[in-house]
Every structure is written in C-alpha cells, then in structure tokens.
C-alpha cells in the first residue's frame, strides 16, 4: 500500500527556514518522481519542486528557484524541501506525491503524480 507522509510544517518569518519531509512507504522508492506541491486558500494546486529518484534531477517552479531546494534520503525513503528565505506568499498547504511514469517536462502538473500524502501546513509571516 502506497504511502506519503508529510510534515514539517509551520508558522517562519520572512527570511527564516524551515523543512518539510515526505516519507514514502509501500513502493521502490527509486523507480518515481517525488513532487512538492502546494495550494493557497482559493487558489489551485501548483507545482513547487519535483526529483527524479531515478537520477536525482530536479526541477523547481520560478517563484522558489534559488530559495527552495529538494533532496532526498534514498535509504529512509524521505524527500525533502528546504524552504530557505521565504516569503508571505509561499503561505500555504504543502503536499508531496509520487508518480511511476511521470514525464519530466510536465514535473508540474497533478494528474503526473499517482499517490498523494497529507498536507502540511505553512505559513510565512512577515
């Protein structure tokens, strides 16, 4: 049984840190892409970051490039997002998921991803 785990969330000022995990479980973690995404109230799911088990590549959305980072801990099955110098609108519910046969080049869009965890809750204040 497939499952994504995620936590980490919370209330960081402006220009702090913080790091969310995914922990995965029921699957061979190598053979996925893990995705971050996140929603605003009112708003849709978007694409944050995503990485290729596979090969580690990974692929971020222009509002977190150079803020946000993704890695992984193949031995715990954990990805996670290292938040770092964000910003009131990166408020929002975190979610990570997992897709078998998710084309790279839409990283970004939900129906990539099969499985899908909890979201965690962030918020930024300024």
């Known amino acids: 049984d497939v499952q994504l785990q995620a936590s980490g969330g919370g209330l960081v000022q402006a220009g702090g840190s913080l790091r969310l995990s995914c922990a995965a479980s029921g699957f061979t973690f190598d053979d996925f892409a893990i995705g971050w995404f996140r929603q605003a109230p009112g708003e849709e799911r978007e694409g944050v970051s995503c990485m290729s088990a596979s090969d580690s590549s990974t692929y971020y959305a222009d509002s977190v490039k150079g803020r946000f980072t993704i890695s992984s801990d193949n031995a715990k099955n954990t990805v996670y997002l290292h938040m770092n110098s964000p910003k009131p609108e990166d408020t929002a519910v975190y979610y990570c998921?997992?897709?078998?046969?998710?084309?790279?080049?839409?990283?970004?869009?939900?129906?990539?991803?099969?499985?899908w965890g909890q979201g965690t809750q962030v918020t930024v204040s300024s």
């Open positions: 998921a997992a897709g078998s046969s998710v084309l790279l080049d839409l990283w970004m869009l939900t129906p990539e991803y099969d499985h």
